[in-house]
């Protein structure tokens, strides 16, 4: 089976800074990856290396067995790749639909922007994300932290998303929220989406990833299938920056 | 503006009852503006014994405003994407300059197109607008591309272009204008008792279809309307103001004297008993035009929501595949060409181009953006905002020479209005906790 992503031999560096280093990384159709490490390990650059966001200096990234071109956060969005960002990437002074829609607006015949029909589509996908969300018309900073996580979310998996990446999408967030995105994160696995789940909650991740990868100063210690490791053998990767002993 | 302490009372009540301001989804940011601008025109009203609401006075007013306004609404983008424009008056003054030797010295000498030839007024404007444009664009690429504070693009572009309008004129007054030109100047150019007419029926008609457009389209959506008889309310409002407005215009008769001088001029004699009024100045139609295109723009195309996403998360803009950079450099070409727009209307109304035309004139806009609401930390503002708030400065000013206030006192009410207008917005914003 060809990986729906697969990441080779990736390396980015600010001003000296080997930020990633060398990192490669693969998920396939109905798995979540999930990526573990302090503040500071690489995951976020990664996944923004990914999302278009930062441009690699080195290494490659293969999409449905293709050799992919991501220079841009749109070329990302063309390749089906959607984001949620640990800081959501909201537009504060303007309402969910317009943050929905942002960059992919939907237009009437004249060119002109479709507000009807976006805050329609809005009501449509958060009455299925979160169905306590009301307040449609005011800007997201009026938004409780959890209303504006939904808003994130909703525009990532409203554009029929391949591959997801979830960056701390539950930081923000109390417990039944927090479940809630779980049971998202299930059900679009269920689908059959690939999701990259960035967390600093190690129990969560060994809940809901098929495999964990661990970074460590920009490098991959490893990546593991959850069922083949302990809580504390994660532990002992991130802060030892060492694979666990096989044999144990 | 002054509605803060009642709307932060509703507020805290359960909401039991909608306000009046809420059914009817009015601004109430608007409403205050409105209703600091219905005073200040009261006050001076009653202070010069009613002098200062007369047609005449109201026709002055409007030619007045519309420069400053043209500009405030291009402001507004700068503003909303958190850059600034120091350069305005002096890219007025490069337009204009542009745009008189076109009419008086190139086109005539270069292209050998006679004085006065029908063609030479819109050559001359084209070229104004290229000319704005083309310097905002590239003051917006200073600051998009190369990363160029605006302020600091601007500041030196305060220095150069109002000098190198000097340079294009040799420091010389050039006029007087061509004929066709003056007309966009104000009272030069009017449309006249019928045609003023015509217009208001047909804006009230395009507006009152507006309102019924949108009610029909929420209506097939199923999002929530608000009552009928609110609707008939705003729709009334709103033909009462345009209308009314045009019947105040209307009002304002054209001296005898110069009628007689114009009869005199095509040869003929003016009949016995004859009046003619002066009807919706051309500057002001222009305003409108350019008032509505930019609302237009802002709330219903790409670039507008663009532009207001970028000036509220401009982070977050970059992550949605918006291009800023490029987008800078689309609100300074905006800039520009409204700058051009003004030089047109400027120039026009003093029938020629002088070196020191539109100083200051980037202080006027900045104050008009802002006391219209616009938000110096970015994502905030509106058109039509600025356009009051150029309106209300302009008012003040002349309100207070009317009532014979001393020049610098002048200035220094409207620096504290100016002031004033900003914290009564920030103490609003808090309180509501809209922005």
């Known amino acids: 089976m060809t990986p729906l992503v697969d990441i080779r031999n990736l390396s980015i560096a600010f001003g000296g800074v080997q930020a990633v280093d060398d990192v490669s990384l693969d ?27 930062y441009r690699a200096d080195s290494g490659e990234i293969w999409i449905d067995g293709k050799k992919a071109t991501i220079n841009s956060p749109r070329d990302a969005r063309a390749y089906n790749i959607e984001t949620i960002h640990q800081t959501l990437a909201l537009a504060d002074n303007l309402p969910a639909p317009a943050n929905l829609f942002l960059g992919r607006e939907l237009r009437t015949m004249f060119g002109f922007l479709d507000d009807s029909r976006m805050e329609s589509e809005t009501r449509k996908i958060m009455a299925r994300l979160n169905p306590n969300f009301r307040k449609i018309a005011e800007p997201v900073s009026a938004l409780s932290g959890g209303q504006r996580q939904s808003v994130a979310i909703a525009r990532a998996v409203y554009f029929n998303a391949r591959i997801l990446i979830m960056d701390e999408p539950t930081a923000a967030l109390g417990v039944h929220e927090t479940k809630m995105v779980a049971d998202l994160i ?57 694979k666990p002993e096989k044999a144990a | ?66 420069s400053v306004a043209i500009m405030a609404t291009g402001m507004v983008f700068v503003i909303v994407t958190r850059h600034i424009d120091l350069s305005v008056g002096a890219l007025l003054a490069t337009c204009s300059a542009v745009m008189a030797m076109m009419q008086t010295a190139w086109l005539p000498q270069y292209l050998g197109l006679p004085l006065g030839h029908p063609m030479i007024p819109w050559l001359a404007i084209g070229a104004g607008l290229v000319t704005g444009a083309v310097i905002g664009a590239f003051q917006g690429w200073l600051t998009g591309y190369l990363l160029i504070p605006a302020f600091i693009v601007t500041l030196g572009g305060l220095l150069i272009w109002r000098n190198v309008g000097w340079y294009l004129t040799n420091g010389q007054t050039i006029g007087p204008l061509d004929p066709t030109f003056q007309m966009f100047g104000g009272i030069n150019g009017t449309l006249g008792e019928f045609w003023s007419w015509v217009l208001g029926i047909v804006a009230t008609l395009a507006a009152l279809g507006a309102l019924w457009v949108k009610r029909r389209d929420k209506l097939s959506h199923g999002f929530p309307v608000k009552p009928l008889w609110a609707e008939f309310a705003l729709g009334g409002i709103i033909a009462g103001a345009i209308l009314g407005f045009i019947k105040i215009l209307n009002s304002y008769e054209v001296p005898v004297a110069r009628l007689r001088r114009e009869f005199e001029a095509r040869g003929e004699v003016m009949p016995e008993g004859y009046t003619e009024v002066y009807g919706l100045p051309i500057s002001v139609l222009l305003l409108i035009v350019v008032a509505v295109v930019m609302t237009i723009v ?52 003093l029938t020629n181009h002088s070196n020191d035309i539109g100083t200051l004139d980037e202080l006027r806009v900045i104050a008009a953006a802002v006391i219209g609401g616009t938000a110096l930390a970015g994502g905030l503002g509106t058109i039509y905002g600025a356009i009051l708030g150029a309106l209300i400065m302009q008012s003040l000013q002349s309100g207070m020479a009317m009532v014979g206030v001393d020049a610098p006192l002048q200035n220094i009410v409207v620096g504290g209005v100016l002031v004033l207008a900003v914290l009564i917005d920030i103490i609003y914003r808090r309180r509501t906790g809209k922005g």
Do not use: W
């Open chain 2, 298 to 349: 802002a709330r219903k195309t790409r670039l507008g929501r663009y532009i207001f996403a970028a000036g509220g998360n401009p982070q977050a803009a970059e992550l949605s595949g918006i291009n800023t950079r490029l987008l800078t450099v689309k609100v300074f070409a905006i800039m520009g060409a409204l700058c051009a727009i003004s030089a047109v209307v400027a120039s026009a109304r």
């Open chain 2, 1 to 66: 503006m002054n509605t803060s302490d009642t709307s932060a009372a509703a507020k805290s009540k359960a909401p039991a009852r909608p306000r009046l301001a809420d059914t009817l989804e009015l601004d109430t940011r608007l409403l205050g503006m409105i209703g600091a601008f219905i005073a200040v025109l009261v006050v001076f009203n009653l202070l010069t014994d009613g002098r200062f609401l007369t047609p005449r006075n109201i026709f002055n007013l409007t030619i007045q405003s519309v």
């Open chain 1, 186 to 242: 299930k059900e679009l696995k269920a689908q059959g989406l690939g999701i990259f789940l960035i967390s600093h909650d190690t129990r969560e991740m060994m809940e809901l990833c098929d495999r964990v990868s661990v970074m460590k100063n920009g490098q991959l210690i490893g990546t593991e299938r959850v069922e083949d490791v302990t809580e504390d053998d994660i532990l002992s990767m991130i802060i030892m920056g060492k």
């Open chain 1, 27 to 53: 998920l396939y159709p109905g798995e979540v990856v999930g990526l573990l490490g302090h503040n500071g390990a690489g995951k976020s650059t990664l996944i923004k290396i990914l999302s278009g966001a």
